[in-house]
């Protein structure tokens, strides 16, 4: 902040070269380089509105999602953002009545145009839900390369390998690899959510997004998550709703804050924690609300 | 949109209150123990002197529980936004005010020491510096409290004055000092309490300067100069 009034008006004002300031001063530098604004955004959301029926949920939302960056969409009930991501890989079409407006670019090509086949824009944004939800009758094995057999995938060497890397991913192939062949629903609630995530990761997803992936579990579950998130995205990149706005500020780089619908306010997630710019985020994120 | 001030927490919202009032009240304290340790001084009343130098306790007693109360409050409701920077600065606030408590003992030190010989001159600038200090923490504290930048920055600016008069006090104490060796130590102390009083309002200044980043977020602590606005 205070680099800010020093770079708006050179000369007048300096900062004291102290190892306090300069060491800042470099990290500012790095963060710059490496700043996804040079690398181009994985997700363009341009003038989104989305509809149950005749009621419009949410308002043209448009933000980018950042490659290999973690995006947490926060509001409070009610507010559009699960519904917003689910548009994100076309699920929320699924819902009766469910339809969106607006442009949907991963990697620059509409995920709404005329000949995208909705599955294969699933394939490459994956999705993790609020209740882990292993396919019941499954082993852990089977679970883990469910979607990508459903690609076309057959050869065992392969499969076995995919099974290991997407559980090692999702940081439980220790903790389950002398029982893959154990049917996947009895995994503890945390492990079995780790198990979604490695299904998801195996069909090796651009994006991958995730609807409240902690809220049914307890706090070293959520933990493990969210450690997962951190490591997760040096190759994917996350977009994850949450109602916890703790996670939001523990495992994200960006938030966006939705409410009634709208996007309020959209930026670095610790600018937005300290020091928000619209006085309805200042209000949400203080818990002044109702 | 609701935007009322108040938090949805309600026990929150009295933590919150509690620690804005331990605060200006550990302020008030402060500004008590440096109008009465200068008074000390130009009474020469080492008795008060030493009432006001055990009064300490009580101030860093308030450094410590206020300190409490926002460890507590940054564990226990993980506050954000302008909460955190009230918090943040709270902490910092109470440093400085324990500092000033400190000064204000080390006044009444040298007050109880230049009692016990003959008046070297009459103190007409010690007070007016004393004065001065005291605005500005009163004047720092009230930003604080109004979340009032423009009242902060001038505080900034008022420290100017007070380095000025101790460079001038400085100047005079050496003049006595160059012209009568006798006077060396009784010179020396004043220019010490000069000195106090010129960190008395440097802390004043930081409370100011803390105060705008509360209220704006924006840091402008460590500037050769002062924006003419924040």
Known sequence: MSKNVVDSQPGQYHAEPTTMTQPRLESDQARQTTSPEAEPPRLVVEGLNIYYGASKVVHNVSLLIKTRKVTAIIGPSGCGKSTFIRCLNRMHEVTPGGRAEGRVLLDGEDLYGLNVDPVQVRRRIGMVFQKPNPFPTMSIYDNVIAGYKLNGYRNQKNLDEKVEKSLRMAALWEEVKDKLHRPGTDLSGGQQQRLCIARALAVDPEVLLMDEPCSALDPIATTKIEELIHELKETVTIVIVTHNMQQAARVSDYTAFFYLGELIEFGETHKLFTNPEKRQTEDYITGRFG | ?230
């Open chain 2, 1 to 230: 949109m609701p935007t009322s001030m108040e938090h949805t927490d309600k026990r929150y919202e009295e933590e919150l209150k509690k620690l804005r009032e331990e605060i200006l009240y550990m302020g008030g304290l402060v500004e008590d123990q440096i109008q009465k340790a200068v008074k000390t001084l130009v009474d020469r009343d080492s008795e008060l002197a030493q009432v006001i130098i055990e009064r300490d306790h009580e101030v860093n007693r308030l450094d410590v529980d206020i300190d409490d109360i926002c460890i507590k409050l940054l564990a226990l409701h993980q506050p954000a936004g302008r909460d955190l920077r009230f918090i943040t600065t709270g902490l910092k606030i109470t440093t400085d005010l324990e500092r000033i408590g400190d000064m204000a003992v080390n006044i009444c030190e040298r007050a109880i020491e230049l009692n016990q010989e003959p008046q070297l001159k009459p103190y007409i600038d010690i007070p007016r510096m004393a004065r001065i200090s005291q605005r500005m923490i009163r004047e720092s504290l009230d930003a604080f409290v109004r979340e009032d930048t423009d009242l902060a920055l001038k505080v900034c600016k008022d420290d100017d004055e007070v380095d000025q008069l101790n460079a001038q006090i400085f100047r005079e104490t050496l003049t006595f000092m160059l012209e009568n060796a006798q006077t060396i130590s009784r010179a020396t102390k004043i220019a010490s309490v000069s000195k106090y009083l010129e960190r008395i309002a440097d802390h004043a200044t930081n409370i100011a300067e803390m105060v705008i980043f509360m209220v704006k977020g924006k840091s402008i602590r460590h500037m050769k100069e002062l924006p003419p606005s924040v």
